[in-house]
């Protein structure tokens, strides 16, 4: 099961620092936490933030990318520039 990790501006969505869920890929995964967490979803759209490290690694377009079952995942909002 993968573990996810919140921001501190993520937490007051959430009410926890982490939650551990059942996903084989980032979209199966966003999809439960969008159902569990309606109001961090919607931050997330309004924030545009959609990139993802997942065990370390900034995946920018994350959708399929597999998740194994001691993944880390983080969400953190994209960076701009170069």
Known sequence: ??????????????????VTLAAS???ELLGQLAAR?????AHLVETSA???AIDGEIIP?????????TAEVHLVRPLAGG
């Open 50 to 52: 959609t990139a993802l």
């Open 1 to 18: 099961m993968a573990t996810v990790w919140f921001s501190s501006e993520q937490r007051r969505h959430t009410g926890v620092s982490k």
């Open 25 to 27: 890929n980032v979209r």
């Open 37 to 41: 967490y309606p109001s961090l979803n």
């Open 61 to 69: 377009d994350p959708m399929l990318e597999a998740l194994t079952d």
